[in-house]
Each structure stands twice: as C-alpha cells, then as structure tokens.
C-alpha cells in the first residue's frame, strides 16, 4: 500500500476525541484511509466526519485547517498519511 504524507496534527481534543491537522499536501476526503504516525501514534482509520470553520465538508486542501474524528489519542506533530490501495 502506498502512503503520501498529506498533514500534519497541530493539536488534539480529548473530550470529542478530535484531532486538528493542517493540510500540506494534495487533498484529504470524506473516505479516505488516514495513517496517523508518531512517537507514540500508529493507526489508520476512515476518515467519516470532517470540519473546517465549524462546517462539515466532504474535501480539505492545501493549508486547510480541519478538524477528523479520531478514535485514538493523536499528538501535536504526528505525521497524517493518505493511505492507497495498490492496484
């Protein structure tokens, strides 16, 4: 499976469990399969609600500022892949 670092976590909100990343390259959309990675951080998950400015939207770009449910703790600087199926 090919993985291109797509962002970055800028920072993590426990109580709704949301992680906040920069985008810096390419593009994240609703379904994508993100790889969080980092320290301590190592998991992939769908991405199935995603937020900028307070508004649900289906795609981010380039210095984008989201918001992803996450269903683990992620932290500051860990590194955000997209994850493609090799076909």
Known sequence: MA???VGVVVKFFSKPSVAAIE?????IRKGDVLKYKGHTTDFSE??????KDNQAIDEAK????IGIKVKERVRENDKV???E???
Request: avoid cysteine; hydrophobic fraction near 25%; aromatic fraction near 4%.
């Open 23 to 27: 985008v810096t390259s390419g593009s």
């Open 62 to 65: 380039v210095g984008d500022l």
């Open 46 to 51: 769908e991405v199935t609600s995603m937020e």
């Open 3 to 5: 993985e291109e670092q």
């Open 85 to 87: 199926e090799e076909s």
């Open 81 to 83: 892949y997209r994850v």
